[in-house]
């Protein structure tokens, strides 16, 4: 394994990454280090194209030392599929939809979870609980179950009630309460301290390991692209582990000389019904302050507090890129229009990217050359109310 330590990115201390740990004694998300000299020496990126078609071929790059602590479902290497009649109706010859709706669970958080629960079996843990708005507490009971892991998910009364059926069959402890995620949080907080030791806070960013798993999406885009990198990545941000995630990836492969120099611009879409990251991009603040009454039908990114506001914040000026809010109107318009058009379904945080590609397109943001990836973080299917059957004539 090549991982060598857990940094924080706010005041530079080094932490033991053989020890659990959650976040910084200065309240920052902590990111997972690597010698990465030692990777670009072990392996070439053309080694990669002859592995098994999953996020585990990163694996000199993932935070796993046993192999025997790897719990799989195949997770990962999700198509890229080019979308040209949208993409023309748009504006954007260039457009790419990569489709993590094929993944296990119905959504990208099954990376997350593959990665974080594997870590966490190599470090002995026996229970964690964490809040959710559905999908990560979808993810995390399964792969829990596949590693004999006792999990708590947390997770608001209006989540996709898919998710809390997915729960359910894995076995897991189901709590429910009536409000966001961020209540779900202090419930989880409660519990945790309640348990004295005896249960892992495996929540967004408090657990280091899952972010890991989501930045493969980062490393897959590139060698999807044959180690090129697009000119936009559009993703739709609640906690923002994805984002960072991808982030944090072009820089690792920055650094291991895969890639050129130029990174693409990275822009984070959010609700105008829940958008923190983006008034707070808008102010050039460094932190994002709640938002309050949050609501949208993309649930996925209904985060009123990301605990990664900075780490997002940075990413964004880091790369160049912007940040946009959709309205729930017109990410519904569009996820229709998509699939009239590609035949594709999308989850509604995945049409909010085409519509946040849409106006970004309209106002020269984005050139009409440019090569444009658009992740789609889960399955239309998990969210069949998108689309209104009422008036489907009987007979
Ligand atoms: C969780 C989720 C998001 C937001 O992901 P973050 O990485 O937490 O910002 C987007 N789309 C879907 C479908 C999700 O489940
Ligand atoms: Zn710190």
Redesign the pocket.
């Known amino acids: 394994m090549y991982l060598t330590h857990l940094e924080c990115p706010r005041c530079g201390r080094e932490h033991d990454a053989h020890r659990l740990t959650n976040l910084c004694d200065c309240g920052s998300p902590l990111l997972a280090r690597y010698d990465l000299a030692a990777v670009a020496a072990a392996v070439t990126p053309e080694r990669f194209g002859l592995r098994p078609a999953d996020l585990w071929r990163y694996r000199e790059l993932l935070p796993v030392a046993d192999e025997r602590h790897v719990t799989t479902l195949g997770e990962g290497w999700t198509p890229l599929w080019r979308a040209p009649a949208y993409g023309h109706e748009i504006g954007v010859a260039d457009l790419i939809v990569k489709d ?1 709706g094929l993944t296990p669970t119905g ?3 099954a990376r ?1 979870a593959a990665v974080g629960v594997s870590r966490a079996r190599e470090l002995d843990v026996r229970r964690f609980a964490m809040p ?5 507490g979808a993810a995390w009971a399964t792969y829990a179950a596949r590693a004999g892991m006792a999990a708590t998910i947390v997770m608001p009364l209006d989540a996709p009630t898919i998710c809390r059926r997915e729960c359910v069959a894995a076995g897991a402890d189901l709590l429910l309460v009536d409000g966001l995620i961020s209540d779900a949080g202090r419930r989880v907080a409660e519990l945790v301290a309640e348990a004295d030791g005896a249960v892992f806070d495996a929540g ?1 960013l408090r657990e280091p390991y899952r972010l890991e798993g ?1 930045k493969t999406m980062g490393y897959e885009i590139v060698e999807q692209l044959g180690w090129q990198v697009p000119d936009v990545i559009i ?11 991808i982030h944090k990836a072009l820089h690792e492969l920055r650094e291991l000389g895969w890639v050129s120099d130029r990174l693409p611009r990275l822009v ?1 879409v959010q609700s105008t019904g829940c958008a923190p990251i983006v008034r707070a991009f808008a102010a050039g603040e460094e932190r994002a302050r709640p938002w309050a009454d949050a609501h949208t039908v ?4 209904t ?1 009123p507090a ?1 605990l ?1 506001d900075e780490l ?1 914040l940075t990413a964004l000026r880091e790369s160049g890129g912007t940040a946009v809010a959709v309205d729930d109107a017109e990410i519904l318009t569009d996820l229709r229009e998509f699939a009239a058009r590609e035949g594709l379904l999308l ?4 049409a909010a990217c085409l519509t946040a590609a849409r106006h970004l397109r309209a106002g020269g943001w984005i050139r009409p050359d440019e090569r444009v990836v658009v ?4 399955s239309g299917l ?1 969210y069949p109310e998108t689309v209104d059957v009422s008036a489907v004539p009987v007979g």
């Open positions: 993590e959504s990208f958080k997350g959710t708005n559905g999908n990560a967004t989501k993703y739709p941000t609640g906690g923002g582990v994805g984002l960072i995630g984070a993309a649930f996925g990114i985060v990301p990664g997002i989850c509604p945080e995945g992740l789609n973080t889960g998990k």
